[in-house]
Nanobody
Framework: QVQLVESGGGLVQPGGSLRLSCAAS????????MYWYRQAPGMQRELVAT???????AYADSVKGRFTISRDNAKNTFYLQMNTLKPEDTAVYYC???????WGQGTQVTVSS
């Protein structure tokens, strides 16, 4: 029933910034945590950022200090602010939550000069 839609990706030069959004349609009765994943070509999908309902955050070492996960007051939209982007950040970015929902289409982030 819940649909996840990622947006905000695009082409950016190294050192640039993007803000990704995750919008959830449908009724969500409970959110225990929010997640951002990414998947580069030929690679496994990896967890990049976590935000718990108690407002604790966790990040992959590769993005720590550059990415920030946050949510709005309604808890049905959350974000990934990405700063100082590097070419190795190039991937399709996906969002999800606990309880887990079907994957959305993701949003492409390409970091290239």
């Amino acid at each position: 029933q819940v649909q996840l839609v990622e947006s905000g990706g695009g082409l950016v030069q190294p050192g640039g910034s993007l803000r990704l959004s995750c919008a959830a349609s449908g009724i969500i009765s409970r959110i225990d945590a929010m997640y951002w994943y990414r998947q580069a070509p030929g690679m496994q999908r990896e967890l990049v950022a976590t935000l718990t309902d108690s407002h604790q955050t966790a990040y992959a070492d590769s993005v720590k200090g550059r990415f920030t996960i946050s949510r709005d007051n309604a808890k049905n939209t959350f974000y990934l602010q990405m700063n100082t982007l590097k070419p190795e950040d190039t991937a399709v970015y996906y969002c999800n939550m606990l309880p887990f929902h079907p994957w959305g289409q993701g949003t492409q982030v390409t970091v290239s000069s």
